[in-house]
T-cell receptor, first 114, second 112 residues
Framework: DTAVSQTPKYLVTQMGNDKSIKCEQNLGHDTMYWYKQDSKKFLKIMFSYNNKELIINETVPNRFSPKSPDKAHLNLHINSLELGDSAVYFC?????????????FGSGTRLTVV | AQSVAQPEDQVNVAEGNPLTVKCTYSVSGNPYLFWYVQYPNRGLQFLLKYITGDNLVKGSYGFEAEFNKSQTSFHLKKPSALVSDSALYFCAVRDGSYQLTFGKGTKLSVIP
């Protein structure tokens, strides 16, 4: 079983569309994250979320919104897609409470906006 | 605010030679330090971490890293490089919060 799974793996869409990327983790972790990796491979945190708080990176446009139906899922919804949104988006999870471990990452979603 | 610097965009090393990928960090409080590896078109894989204790940390695939508090460094090392080690390596730091901050990555190329 894949620990952190993202769908779709590839997403090509036109400017102005709205799209969602789904993420599920089966590790029982209490916190989930979304990262954006740009064309230069730089990784930037977008959101972190557990059942107590949502932390939003202030540089993330409000067209991006995380939605968490339950502890095992954190989906990323993007409105009015722009060319600059093209990137690879990684979901990750970690167990924060009582542990000092790093993250487990999904395999990424390559978003191309045309 | 916490930050990580990886001063080298690319490191080239001959197969069989020792390799070092450099990382320095800045954080208030005690640092939690990590190394991840990313193979082409793949997600990030955890290599090793330093939380507390012995300054020399051993991880996956024969990699190790040395925590140096006075130099605020956490360099990744391997005694003998393999061609299959060629990948993108990320150093990351976490302070008392739970968000990881990543360096910009270092591309390692191991030449046969």
């Amino acid at each position: 079983d894949t620990a952190v799974s993202q769908t779709p793996k590839y997403l090509v869409t036109q400017m102005g569309n709205d799209k969602s990327i789904k993420c599920e983790q089966n590790l029982g972790h209490d916190t989930m994250y979304w990262y954006k990796q740009d064309s230069k491979k730089f990784l930037k945190i977008m959101f972190s979320y557990n059942n107590k708080e949502l932390i939003i990176n202030e540089t993330v446009p409000n067209r991006f919104s995380p939605k968490s139906p339950d502890k095992a899922h954190l989906n990323l919804h993007i409105n009015s897609l722009e060319l600059g949104d093209s990137a690879v988006y990684f979901c990750a999870s970690s167990q924060v409470l009582g542990a000092n471990y790093g993250y487990t990452f999904g395999s990424g979603t390559r978003l191309t906006v045309v | 605010a916490q930050s990580v610097a990886q001063p080298e965009d690319q490191v080239n090393v001959a197969e069989g030679n020792p390799l070092t990928v450099k990382c320095t960090y800045s954080v208030s409080g005690n640092p939690y330090l990590f190394w991840y590896v990313q193979y082409p078109n793949r997600g990030l894989q955890f290599l090793l971490k330093y939380i507390t204790g012995d300054n020399l940390v051993k991880g996956s695939y024969g990699f190790e890293a040395e925590f140096n508090k006075s130099q605020t460094s956490f360099h990744l090392k391997k005694p003998s490089a393999l061609v299959s080690d060629s990948a993108l390596y990320f150093c990351a730091v976490r302070d008392g919060s739970y968000q990881l901050t990543f360096g910009k990555g270092t591309k390692l190329s191991v030449i046969p």
